[in-house]
C-alpha cells in the first residue's frame, strides 16, 4: 500500500472509524464509507505506519494489485496531505536533528528552521515507498502564495527526489528579512546557505523551472532589487539569465552573479568562506541586466 495513492484523509462526513475524530487520520480511498482498512493517528496498533500513525485492518478483502504511473496521483485531492506531510516532517526534526542537518550540509539551523526543514525516519519513507533509505531530510516547496505544493527528500547519497503528488514550488524562509535585494538561488540549500549570509533569498528547484512562479512573487513583493545567483556551469548560466530576463520585465533593476572561480555554487562558496560583503561586492560589481523585447522574426 501506498500512503498517498491508497489513503484519503477523514473530514467531518467521514470521521475515522477508529477514535471518532474528524482529521490527521486517514481511510481507505477505495472503500472511503466503509474502509476496509484505517491509519489512526491517536489508536494504536501492533502495526506503526511510519509518522501517519498506526494501520488498524477492519476486515480482510482480497486486493487486486493497481498498476499506476505515479503521474496519476491527483495533486489537487491530496495537496492539503503533502502540506501535512511537510509539518509533520518539520515537527519531528528538533534542535539536535537540526544540528546534525546543519554539520551534514555546512548550514545553520537557524535558517534551517527557518526553511521548515524536516526529518524524515526509515518507518515513513517505507510507507512513501522509499524503502531504500532509513532517513532522509525534507524541504516543502510552496506556491507564490507560500501554500505547500511539494515536498523535496533529500537522501544521505546527496540523491534528490519529491513526495508523489508533489508540485514544483519555491523554497522559502519563513520570515524573511525584507531588507536588500531579493536573491534567487538554484536549488535549496544554496537558498539556505545565502540565507545564513543575511540575505533573503529563494531557491528554484532546478535551474531552468519556476520561472513564471519566481516572477510572481517578485511582483507580489514588491521587490525592487534582484540577484539571480548563478551556478557555475553552463546550464546554471543559461538558466540564470533566462529567469533574470523574465525578472528585468516585472523588477527595475536585476543582475546576475556567481560565486569566484573554482566554487561551484552558493553553499560551496559559503563553506570557501564568504561573507555577507563579499556576496555584497559581487552584487555591486555586476552589470545590470538589460530589457529584452522580442521583435517579429526573432530579434
Not at 170 to 177: C, E, G, N, T, V
Request: aromatic share 6%; proline share 6%.
Amino acid at each position: 500500500m501506498s500512503l498517498l495513492s491508497d489513503f484519503m484523509r477523514v473530514d467531518r462526513r467521514r470521521p475515522c472509524p477508529i477514535c471518532g475524530k474528524r482529521d490527521w487520520c486517514l481511510i481507505e480511498r477505495e472503500n472511503p464509507d466503509s474502509p476496509a482498512r484505517v491509519i489512526c493517528s491517536r489508536v494504536e496498533s501492533p502495526r506503526r505506519w511510519g509518522s501517519a500513525g498506526w494501520l488498524h485492518v477492519l476486515r480482510d478483502e482480497p486486493r487486486t494489485r493497481r498498476w499506476t504511473h505515479t503521474t496519476s496521483i491527483t495533486v489537487s485531492s491530496s495537496s492539503s496531505l503533502i502540506a501535512e506531510l511537510a509539518q509533520r516532517y518539520r515537527d519531528a526534526a528538533d534542535e539536535v536533528a537540526l544540528d546534525r542537518i546543519g554539520r551534514i550540509l555546512h548550514l545553520d539551523p537557524p535558517s534551517l528552521r527557518a526553511f521548515d526543514v524536516g526529518i524524515v525516519n526509515s518507518d515513513e519513507l517505507q510507507a512513501l515507498g522509499y524503502g531504500f533509505a532509513t532517513l532522509a531530510m525534507s524541504f516543502p516547496m510552496r506556491d507564490a502564495a507560500r501554500k505547500v505544493v511539494g515536498v523535496r527528500l533529500r537522501f544521505g547519497s546527496g540523491r534528490k527526489l519529491s513526495v508523489r503528488g508533489s508540485k514544483n514550488g519555491l523554497f522559502f524562509a519563513s520570515p524573511m528579512l525584507a531588507t536588500g535585494p531579493l536573491l534567487f538561488a538554484e536549488g535549496e540549500t544554496d537558498a539556505i546557505a545565502l540565507t545564513d549570509l543575511g540575505f533573503d533569498a529563494i531557491g528554484r528547484p532546478s535551474c531552468s523551472a519556476a520561472v513564471d512562479l519566481a516572477c510572481r512573487v517578485a511582483r507580489s513583493s514588491g521587490v525592487r532589487d534582484a540577484v539571480v545567483v548563478a551556478d557555475a556551469d553552463q546550464p546554471g548560466r543559461d538558466g540564470a539569465l533566462r529567469l533574470a530576463r523574465a525578472l528585468r520585465l516585472r523588477v527595475p533593476s536585476v543582475r546576475i552573479i556567481e560565486p569566484p572561480e573554482g566554487i561551484k555554487d552558493a553553499r560551496a562558496w559559503k563553506v570557501a568562506g564568504a561573507t555577507h560583503d563579499d556576496v555584497v561586492a559581487q552584487i555591486e560589481a555586476a552589470v545590470p541586466v538589460e530589457l529584452v523585447f522580442a521583435t517579429k522574426g526573432g530579434r
